[in-house]
C-alpha cells in the first residue's frame, strides 16, 4: 500500500503541474518517513553516494561537446557533406536534414542541441529551395530527436546508471532502432517531396565538401568505434569527443578561440546546475526503494492484475507515452527507470530491450505538449507560432510509435548485435 501511495502522490503533482525538483523532493521525503525511519542522515549520504559515480563525468563533457560543435563550424561542414551526397534525390535536401540530424546526434547525445545545430542552418534553406514550412518544422523538430537514441545517448547513460546495467550495452542496443528511426523519417521525407526537382550529382562539389568535412566526419568514427571496441568507457568517449572537438575547432577549422571555451563552459554549468540537483535526489530515491525491495513489492502486485507479457508492454508504453506528455526524459528515467525493470524482470524482458523501449517512449515526449521541449526550442529558435509546430510533428510521432511498436515485439531490432 505505501508504493501505491507514492505513486498517487507523484501523479497527483503531476495533475497540478507541479515542477519536477518539487515533486522528487516531495517523492523522496515520502519514501525517507516510509521506509528509511525519517533519518536525515539517510537522504545525505544516498545523495553524496549517487554523485560519486564516475559515469556521471560523461554527461557534462557531452553536453559540452556538444556546446563547442555548435560554436564552432563541425556542424555546418557535417550538414554540407549529407546535402552534396544527397542532392541528386528528389526531395534530397528533406533526406539530408534527417541524416544531419543523425550523425550529429551521434556526437553530442542530446537532443535539443540537435535540434539548433541543425536546424538555424537547414531551416532557411529548406524554405528556399521550395519545402513546405510545415514539413520543413516537422522533420526538423522530430529529427533532433533521434540525439537521444542513437548513441552515444545521455539518456542511455542515465538508464545504465540508476538501473546499474552495461551503458555499452545499451549504445549497442540503439544502433539498430536509431537506423530503423533515421531510415523511416528519411523514406518518408522523399516520398512527401517527390515531387520537387533534383539536382544533378556534382563530384567537384562533393569532394570539397568532404575535404572541409573530413575532420568533422571522423569524429564519430573515433567516438563510436573506441566504445564499440572496447578501447575506452563511455566517459572516456566523452572526454576524447570534447578534446577532439576543441583541437579541430581552435587549431584546424580556427573557428574558435581559447578564450571562447570559457562561454561554453558557462552555458554548460548552467545546465547542469538544473540536472545535477535531480540526478542526485531521484538516485536517492533509488537506492531506498532498491534496499526495502518496492519494486519487487510493486511488482508482485502488478502480476496479480498483468499475466502475460504482452499486455505489460502494452500497459508500459502507454504509461510511458503519458508520462512524456507531461515530465522531461531524464526525470522519468530517473523516477521510473528501477520501478519499470523490477517489474518487466519478472516477465523475462531484457533490461537492455527495456532501456530502449523506455527512450523510445519518452523521445515521443519531446514532440508532445505541455511539456514537450523540442517544440518550445523550435517555436523560439524558428520564430514560429506553437500551434503550427505542433501540427507539423503530427505525421512524425505517428512513424515514430509504428517503429516504436516494432521495437517493442520484436526485441531483436535491439538485441541485433548483442547476440
Known amino acids: 500500500m505505501e508504493a501505491l501511495g507514492l505513486i498517487g502522490l507523484v501523479l497527483l503533482l503531476l495533475a497540478f503541474r507541479q515542477n519536477v525538483i518539487l515533486i522528487l523532493l516531495t517523492a523522496t521525503a515520502f519514501v525517507h518517513l516510509v521506509w528509511g525511519d525519517g533519518r536525515i542522515s539517510y537522504l545525505v549520504d544516498d545523495m553524496w553516494g549517487s554523485l560519486n559515480n564516475e559515469v556521471l563525468l560523461a554527461i557534462p563533457m557531452f553536453i559540452a561537446a556538444g556546446n563547442v560543435m555548435t560554436r564552432g563550424s563541425i556542424a555546418e561542414r557535417l550538414i554540407e557533406v549529407m546535402r552534396v551526397l544527397t542532392q541528386w534525390l528528389p526531395g534530397g535536401l528533406a533526406v539530408a536534414t534527417i541524416?544531419?540530424?543523425?550523425?550529429?546526434?551521434?556526437?553530442?547525445?542530446?537532443?535539443?542541441?540537435?535540434?539548433?545545430?541543425?536546424?538555424?542552418?537547414?531551416?532557411?534553406?529548406?524554405?528556399?529551395?521550395?519545402?513546405s514550412r510545415s514539413f520543413s518544422l516537422g522533420a526538423l523538430t522530430s529529427g533532433g530527436t533521434l540525439g537521444i537514441i542513437i548513441p552515444p545517448s545521455i539518456p542511455l547513460i542515465l538508464y545504465g546508471i540508476v538501473t546499474e546495467k552495461s551503458i555499452s550495452d545499451l549504445?549497442?542496443?540503439?544502433?539498430?532502432?536509431?537506423?530503423?528511426?533515421?531510415?523511416?523519417?528519411?523514406?518518408?521525407?522523399?516520398?512527401?517531396?517527390?515531387?520537387?526537382p533534383a539536382k544533378p550529382w556534382d563530384f567537384l562539389a562533393i569532394g570539397e565538401a568532404l575535404r572541409k568535412g573530413i575532420w568533422a566526419l571522423l569524429l564519430p568514427v573515433v567516438l563510436l568505434g573506441g566504445i564499440y571496441s572496447g578501447y575506452f568507457s563511455a566517459t572516456e568517449a566523452a572526454a576524447v569527443a570534447l578534446g577532439y572537438a576543441l583541437f579541430i575547432e581552435i587549431f584546424v577549422h580556427r573557428e574558435m578561440r581559447v578564450r571562447d571555451f570559457f562561454n561554453t563552459s558557462v552555458e554548460t554549468a548552467k545546465l547542469l546546475g538544473t540536472l545535477f540537483p535531480i540526478v542526485a535526489v531521484a538516485l536517492s530515491i533509488?537506492?531506498?526503494?532498491?534496499?526495502e525491495q518496492v519494486p519487487?513489492?510493486?511488482?508482485?502486485?502488478?502480476?496479480?492484475?498483468?499475466?502475460?507479457?504482452?499486455t505489460f508492454l502494452l500497459a508500459m508504453n502507454l504509461l510511458l507515452l503519458l508520462v512524456g506528455c507531461f515530465i522531461d526524459v531524464i526525470s522519468a528515467i530517473l523516477?521510473?527507470?528501477?520501478?519499470?525493470?523490477?517489474?518487466?524482470?519478472?516477465?523475462?524482458?531484457?533490461?537492455?530491450?527495456?532501456?530502449?523501449?523506455?527512450?523510445?517512449?519518452?523521445?515521443?515526449?519531446?514532440?508532445?505538449?505541455?511539456?514537450?521541449?523540442?517544440?518550445?526550442?523550435?517555436?523560439t529558435a524558428f520564430r514560429e507560432s506553437f500551434f503550427l509546430v505542433c501540427r507539423a510533428v503530427l505525421p512524425f510521432i505517428a512513424l515514430i510509435l509504428a517503429v516504436l511498436m516494432i521495437v517493442t515485439f520484436v526485441p531483436e531490432v535491439s538485441l541485433f548485435f548483442l547476440q
Request: hydrophobic residues 55%.
Open 171 to 196: 549504445f549497442t542496443a540503439g544502433i539498430m532502432p536509431g537506423l530503423l528511426l533515421t531510415a523511416v523519417l528519411s523514406i518518408y521525407a522523399l516520398w512527401v517531396n517527390r515531387q520537387l
Open 286 to 291: 533509488k537506492s531506498l526503494l532498491t534496499v
Open 99 to 131: 541524416l544531419s540530424c543523425a550523425v550529429f546526434a551521434a556526437i553530442s547525445g542530446s537532443s535539443p542541441v540537435t535540434l539548433l545545430a541543425v536546424g538555424t542552418i537547414l531551416y532557411p534553406a529548406l524554405l528556399r529551395e521550395g519545402y
Open 335 to 379: 523516477i521510473l527507470g528501477p520501478l519499470m525493470l523490477g517489474i518487466a524482470e519478472t516477465y523475462g524482458i531484457n533490461p537492455i530491450h527495456l532501456g530502449i523501449i523506455m527512450v523510445i517512449n519518452l523521445e515521443v515526449g519531446f514532440l508532445t505538449p505541455p511539456v514537450g521541449l523540442n517544440l518550445i526550442v523550435a517555436m
Open 296 to 310: 519487487h513489492a510493486l511488482a508482485e502486485w502488478i502480476g496479480t492484475i498483468v499475466t502475460d507479457p504482452v
